[in-house]
C-alpha cells in the first residue's frame, strides 16, 4: 500500500512538471500570424475612427470658414449680410438654411483685441450667435440675451484682460480659440415675404457693426492687419486630406487642455496640431484613410436614426447640451451638430426638433401623402415663432411650383371649425385644395426622400422641458395617381 501510495505521488508530480513545462514552452512560443491581416493598419483604424469623431469640428471648420468668407469675397472681421431668403436655389454650404431670416455672418479673429458690435434699436425678433471653432457657443447678443434697445457689445478671445469704454458692454463669455465665427437671424415679416420687400430689413441690416476696440473712439488709429484664414485643403484625390486640415487647424486653435489624455493616445497615429500623417508608415496610412471614410459615415447615420436625441412621435428632441456640446464630452453629438446645422443653437434660444419617420417609424418618402395634425392648443408654445421646413437628404431645401419651403405660425394656415390645423405633406397638390393658390396648409415635399426641422424661436417652458408632444405624421398611403385637384 505504502508502495502504490509513494508510486501515484511520484507519477502526479511529473505530470504537473509536465504540464508546467509545457505550459511555458507554449507561451515562449508566439502566435501564428494570418498572413492577410495587418494590425498595425486596423490598429490605426479603429483608433483613428475614435479621433476622427472627436476632430470633426476642425475638419469641418477649416472648409466652413473659408467657404463662408471667400464665397461671398469678404474678409477677417467685417459683416456679410445675405440679402435674400435660402431657397431651393441654394446649394453651397450645407447647414439646412432657414426659411424665416435673413442672415448676416463674420468670420473672426479674436486673438489680439475684442471687436465691438454694435445694433440698432429692433422692432422685431434678431439674434447673434457666436461660436468657437470647436462648435460651441459662447455668447449671444439679441432679443432675448440683451434686449430690444441699441448697444455696443464687446466679442473678447482667449487670455484677453483690459479696460472696455463706458459705452460698451462686455457679454457672458468667451470665445476658448482665437478664431470664431459670428452668425446673425433677423426675422423676415410674412408681408415682406409675400411681398418681396426687404428694404426695411436691409436698412436694419446695415446698421449692424464691427469694430476693432482699437480704433473704437478712435478713427486715426492705424488699421490693423489680421492673420490669414487658413485656406483647407480640397484635394479630393487625398484620402489623407481630412488628417491634414485637422493637423493644421488645431495649431492656430488649439484644443481643449482637459483632452490632452486623448491627444496623447490620438499622437500615436499621427494626429493632433502640427503633426505630419504623411510620416506615418504606409498601414497607417490605409488605416486612416478608411476612418475618414467611416467615420464620417457613423457621424451621418448616428444623426438620421437619432442618437443623443430624444424620439417623441417620430420627432426628434436634440439634447439639452445642444450648442455647447463640449461641455458634455459626447465627442459624436459634438460632430453631428457640426455636420448636420454647422452652428446648433442653445435650446433656451431655438430648439430644432428633426424628423425622418412616420408615426409608424417609416423613413419618409414623396412616394406617400402625409396628415400632420395640430389639435386645438397643441401647437407649440413659443415667444417668438415656429415654423416647419422641408429638406432633402443632402439637407438642401426642397423645390416646389409653389416656391414654398416652410409653413408656421407667421404663414396663415387655415384651421378647421374645431380649432385644429392640419398640414398637407405630400409632392403632388392635396385633393382638398382646389388651386396652388388656395391651399395655405400645403408643404411639398420632394419625389423621393425627406426631413423635415421643426424650429422654436424662443420656446416656451413645455419644449425647454421636452414635456410637450408634437404630433406623429400620418401616413395616408401612396400619392394620388392624379396628384390631386388641377
Not at 494590425?39 to 475614435?50: D, I, N, P, T
Not at 470665445?175 to 433677423?186: C, D, M, N, Q
Not at 446648433?344 to 417609416?362: C, T
Request: net charge negative; glycine share 8%.
Amino acid at each position: 500500500m505504502f508502495f502504490n501510495g509513494l508510486l501515484h505521488r511520484i507519477l502526479k508530480g511529473v505530470v504537473a512538471v509536465a504540464i508546467a513545462i509545457s505550459l511555458l514552452l507554449s507561451a515562449a512560443t508566439p502566435p501564428v500570424m494570418a498572413a492577410d491581416f495587418d494590425w498595425e493598419e486596423e490598429y490605426a483604424y479603429s483608433l483613428g475612427v475614435q479621433a476622427y469623431i472627436y476632430a470633426f469640428p476642425w475638419a469641418y471648420m477649416s472648409d466652413a470658414y473659408w467657404t463662408r468668407m471667400t464665397g461671398e469675397n469678404g474678409t477677417v472681421n467685417q459683416f456679410f449680410h445675405y440679402r435674400e431668403l435660402r431657397d431651393d436655389e441654394f446649394v453651397g454650404g450645407g447647414g439646412a438654411p432657414n426659411n424665416d431670416t435673413l442672415y448676416s455672418h463674420a468670420v473672426l479673429y479674436l486673438g489680439g483685441e475684442p471687436l465691438i458690435l454694435s445694433v440698432p434699436k429692433m422692432s422685431r425678433y434678431y439674434t447673434f450667435e457666436m461660436v468657437d471653432y470647436r462648435g460651441d457657443n459662447f455668447a449671444y447678443v439679441g432679443e432675448r440675451a440683451t434686449g430690444t434697445e441699441a448697444g455696443n457689445y464687446a466679442i473678447v478671445g482667449p487670455n484677453w484682460e483690459g479696460e472696455l469704454p463706458e459705452n460698451v458692454q462686455k457679454i457672458e463669455g468667451f470665445s476658448t480659440t482665437p478664431w470664431a465665427y459670428l452668425f446673425g437671424r433677423t426675422l423676415v415679416e410674412e408681408e415682406e415675404r409675400q411681398t418681396g420687400n426687404l428694404n426695411e430689413l436691409y436698412d436694419i441690416q446695415n446698421q449692424y457693426k464691427l469694430t476693432p476696440l482699437s480704433q473704437w473712439n478712435n478713427s486715426a488709429a492705424p488699421e490693423l492687419v489680421w492673420p490669414e484664414l487658413l485656406e483647407p485643403d480640397d484635394s479630393s484625390d487625398d484620402p489623407l486630406v481630412d488628417w491634414k486640415n485637422i493637423n493644421r487647424a488645431m495649431v492656430d486653435n488649439p484644443p481643449d487642455p482637459a483632452d490632452t489624455a486623448l491627444l496623447d493616445l490620438f499622437k500615436g497615429i499621427g494626429v493632433g496640431p502640427g503633426l505630419d500623417v504623411e510620416l506615418q508608415s504606409e498601414s497607417t496610412k490605409r488605416g486612416l484613410a478608411r476612418a475618414a471614410v467611416d467615420g464620417l459615415q457613423i457621424i451621418r447615420d448616428a444623426f438620421a436614426n437619432g442618437y443623443a436625441q430624444n424620439q417623441v412621435n417620430g420627432w426628434n428632441y436634440p439634447p439639452p447640451y445642444t450648442g455647447r456640446p463640449s461641455l458634455s464630452g459626447n465627442w459624436l453629438f459634438r460632430a453631428i451638430q457640426a455636420e448636420a446645422g454647422f452652428v446648433g443653437n442653445d435650446p433656451i434660444e431655438a430648439i430644432y426638433m428633426n424628423v425622418s419617420l412616420d408615426g409608424d417609424d417609416n423613413p419618409l418618402t414623396g412616394a406617400n401623402r402625409y396628415e400632420l395634425k395640430f389639435e386645438d392648443g397643441q401647437e407649440p408654445e413659443v415667444e417668438a415663432f415656429w415654423s416647419i421646413t422641408m429638406y432633402n437628404p443632402d439637407r438642401t431645401l426642397v423645390a416646389n411650383p409653389i416656391d414654398r419651403f416652410l409653413v408656421g405660425d407667421r404663414s396663415g394656415m387655415n384651421k378647421a371649425e374645431d380649432g385644429s390645423t392640419t398640414i398637407y405633406i405630400q409632392h403632388d397638390l392635396p385633393s382638398v385644395c382646389s388651386s396652388q393658390e388656395d391651399c395655405p396648409n400645403w408643404l411639398p415635399a420632394p419625389e423621393g426622400d425627406f426631413f423635415m426641422f421643426m424650429r422654436l424661436y424662443l420656446p416656451g417652458y413645455p419644449a425647454l422641458s421636452q414635456y410637450w408632444e408634437p404630433p406623429s405624421l400620418e401616413n395616408l398611403g401612396p400619392a394620388e395617381p392624379s396628384g390631386g385637384a388641377s
